[in-house]
């Protein structure tokens, strides 16, 4: 992300528990906190942070439910976002800030800068949303329908015509003439980008859409004593609610921005006037007692994401998962650890929410171990016990060969032990290269072949031979997990599983030293 660090801010035993917040920060200088629109993320604000961070302190946070961050609720409000960020600002040490937000962050910013003008040095929101009633009316019927995964994984193509739909009506639902907005349609990698992210929040997209159509935008303004600045850049829909602000306190400044780099940069301009002081030093990751945390590890290349738990002393569990996976996928098994020893899950390179360190070409399990070796020197962990499923244990197995003195015990479970003509078909057939199509037909090709996993062996032998004959694997929202997973690492999905098929399993088992258990659950055709 050229620069941009990830992290994560813990907030322990706040107004709705404890929780953490996934974070962005660049730059240097005066502090500014940046919120997202919906239903995206920080991810949305990068083109931004890339072009002022040469002035300021940049800290984009993941709002509550999107992206990595924690949930605060299914009922929440304005009031509520704001003073969710309130409580980041706490976890930050961060006394004083200027704000600056998109859409629904346009919203979020000015309810902060509502509820704790001492905090804040200067407000800025681009593309602020102004409502009459009936208008809020509508808006709350026809805008934000139920988003949950379908067996048939329908829900994924009326997301992609959704977004797709957004960008060329607005409101999305209004398919009118007189709704017909000037854009261009996304191309299809930016459009996935956004199904990524409408994944990533789930039904609980609506909650912070919802919040924003009820926020009394306009009496907001009358009741701002900081310095604020309302605008939107001409091409955007909600540049037409500019003209709708009727009332404002004198702090209030309301004017076009112009073209979307003028808008940034008339909003540099404004926040330049008002800076605030430079933030302190990006504090550690404090845990949570009793559940898995997040932390960014740095590595050679970028950042990994781990959850751990450190509760109770002793050897640390590393559970490690396999290809087109994560540590979400396995986080039912890291959890069963917690309270019983220290426990630490990994998204290798390139998966999950991990940076991919190792690139696309030469992607091997020595090359995962490696990293993995990396991160395990960054936390201090000299000696482990691993477990890991499917692929993730020929990583441990690497590790174990290679690491002697640092695999204490190692366990495979699910082991990939194919012979050369197994090898060879899997090789051919099992990761098919997908990219995505304008239409959306890519979503349920990926889709079917991962709820195929649990209907046939493999899934590409659709045919009486492939059957397995037991009580189906097809859970939908397993199912949906999965698939997010592959469409989060396009490319390393299939280089992973490559890299393992390709593994010599058989004589690296016969190379190890230390105790090894090799187990597999009835229903696992491997």
Known sequence: MQDVQRHFATIRDGRWGSRQVHYLKTGRGPAVVMLHQSPKSSRDMLPAMLRWRDHFTLIAPDTPGYGLSDPIGTDCDMEDFGGAVVEFLDALGIERTALYGFHTGAGMVMEVA???????????????????????????KHYLP???????????????????????????????????????VPDPASLQSAVVELMRAGDYYRVAYRAAFEFRGGDVLTQINVPALITAADPDPLSADLKKVTA??????????GSVEATLDKCRDFLLLNAAPEPPPTPATAPIPGRMWNEMVAVDGGQLRVRRNTDVDGTTLVVQHDAASSSDIVEPVSHSVVGHRPVLAVDLPGHGESDNTIG???VTVARYR??????????????????????????GLDMAVAEPSRVRRLVMSNVLYHSDEERAELKAHYTPVWEPDWYGGHLLMIWHMMRD?????????????????QEPYIDTNMVNNRVLEVFKAPVMWRLAYQSHFDYPTHDQLAAVTVPTLLCSPKWDPN
């Open 114 to 140: 509502r509820q704790a003008p001492e905090r804040v040095s200067a407000v800025v929101s681009n593309g602020y949303v102004v409502m009459a009633d009936d208008e809020r009316a509508d808006f709350l």
């Open 146 to 184: 139920p988003f949950l995964p379908k067996w048939d994984g329908s829900h994924l193509t009326w997301a992609w015509a959704r977004l797709r739909e957004q960008t060329i009506f607005f409101p999305w639902y209004r398919r009118k003439l007189s709704a017909r907005m000037d854009y261009n």
């Open 248 to 257: 404002k306190s004198d702090m209030v400044t309301v004017g076009a921005g």
């Open 360 to 362: 696309e070409t030469n």
């Open 370 to 395: 490696a990293v993995l070796g990396q991160a395990l020197d960054t936390l201090g962990l000299e000696q482990i016990d691993f477990y890991g499923m499917w692929g993730g244990g020929l990583v």
């Open 453 to 469: 996993q649990g209907l046939f062996w493999p899934w590409f032998k659709r045919t009486k031979a492939g059957i397995l004959w």
